[in-house]
């Protein structure tokens, strides 16, 4: 457990906090005028080892030598030339600090987005020391400038990751569809309502670094995954962006409490410890692993029943109701991978520069157009 103090005077600006793996949809911008919920559960924190925020520099400002050293690989917007090390909280996790006045309209439509850099100050030195993200279509998080606090360890050992057997008992899977929740109310079926049932964010942000993976183990050969609902996420993208008529390469879920894959699989979809980051690695080392998130992985490898949903309106008088018993609506759209997520993820791959790869990336805007994200 870890607290953390104010660099400019020392004052704590936090509750004790756990160290977890910074999440795939972090910096997901998703959809347009949506309410995304909270990105961090209480308790815990996450740090971003690359740089995040302003100032930013255009690619054309960059030396080819500097972006590899930086690890990427292929032509982006701008690259962030902030600290490295940011730390996410969830914003009820945050004490001692406020918002600074002339800050608070720093906001891209409905709220703040960080664009100008820490729009929070400790309240007892004024030191801007975070940046308070509450806007649409951002997670809300607030991110703790690493150059403006300090990390200490709360007195007395923390906790040892979970193991996997551990987690397997514990972890907590993700559903694949949730309600999408809108800042004003939109035309519904017969009536006006600020929500509908669609893929979750954090499935397609999941998915947009996972197909990245999966294009970078092709080689450029077509790949095929298991059938269900790893089909229905991913198959369709890697059928587009694949050549046909070649041997195709398998992919199949491995992971604690799966048989091992057959001999012909020559990718594996794998768990990435929720706490650890670290990604689950067989006893026979495969050619290549590609990362899941915990929860998204554990729904795939174990699905659970249809998702309820809560009822609305009255029974009766003596009527008995059970408020779950209805199966939540289904997607009406096919699945689509989160288009920046994999393009963060590709230009991060050294294979991106393979010309096959690099044209999916330079085509990216068509393909998504095409509906393939």
């Known amino acids: 457990m870890f607290v953390f103090l104010c660099a400019g005077c ?31 559960e209480s308790g815990t924190f996450a740090v971003d080892p690359e740089p995040w925020g302003p100032p930013w520099r255009r690619w054309e400002e960059i030396h080819p030598e500097e972006a590899t050293a930086r690890g990427v690989y292929a032509p982006v917007f701008a690259l962030s030339d902030g600290a490295p090390g940011a730390v996410v909280i969830a914003p009820g996790d945050a004490s001692g600090t406020v918002l600074i006045p002339d800050r608070r309209a720093g906001g891209y439509c409905c709220g703040l987005d960080g664009a100008d850099g820490p729009n929070v100050a400790c309240v007892e030195c004024s030191l801007p020391v975070a940046s308070r993200i509450d806007d649409c279509s951002l997670w809300q998080a607030t991110w703790l400038a690493p150059d403006a606090v300090r990390r200490v360890p709360v007195d007395g050992a923390g906790a040892a990751p979970l193991s996997w057997s551990e987690l397997m008992e514990a972890g907590k899977a993700t559903p694949p569809f949730e ?17 509908w049932w669609s893929w979750s964010p954090q499935w397609e942000a999941a998915a947009g670094q996972a197909l990245a993976h999966l294009l970078a183990a092709s080689e450029g050969q077509p790949v095929t995954v298991p059938g269900g609902l790893a089909g229905r996420v991913f198959q369709r993208a890697l059928d587009a962006l694949l050549p046909a008529g070649v041997p195709a390469r398998c992919a199949a879920l491995a992971g604690p409490r799966l048989p091992a894959p057959g001999e012909d699989v020559s990718i ?73 997520v994999f393009r963060h993820t590709l230009v991060r791959l050294p294979a991106v520069r393979s010309p096959w790869l690099r044209e999916i990336l330079d085509n990216l805007t068509h393909h998504m157009r095409a509906g393939l994200f």
């Open 179 to 195: 309600p999408i929740a809108t800042w004003g109310a939109r035309l519904g079926a017969g009536h006006r309502s600020n929500y």
């Open 10 to 40: 020392g004052a704590r600006l936090t509750i004790p906090l756990s160290q977890v793996a910074l999440p795939a949809h972090a910096h997901q911008k998703y959809g347009n005028g949506i309410q995304l919920p909270v990105l961090m």
């Open 268 to 340: 594996f979809l794998v768990p990435s410890h929720p706490q650890t980051g670290k990604t689950w690695a067989p006893a026979v080392p495969a050619p290549y692993l590609v990362p899941l998130p915990f929860g998204v992985w554990l729904w795939l490898a174990f699905p659970e029943p249809n998702l309820p949903v809560p009822t609305s309106g009255t029974l009766p008088t003596g009527a008995l109701r059970d408020d779950f018993d209805a199966p939540a609506p289904r997607p009406r759209h096919p699945f689509r991978a989160d288009p920046e």
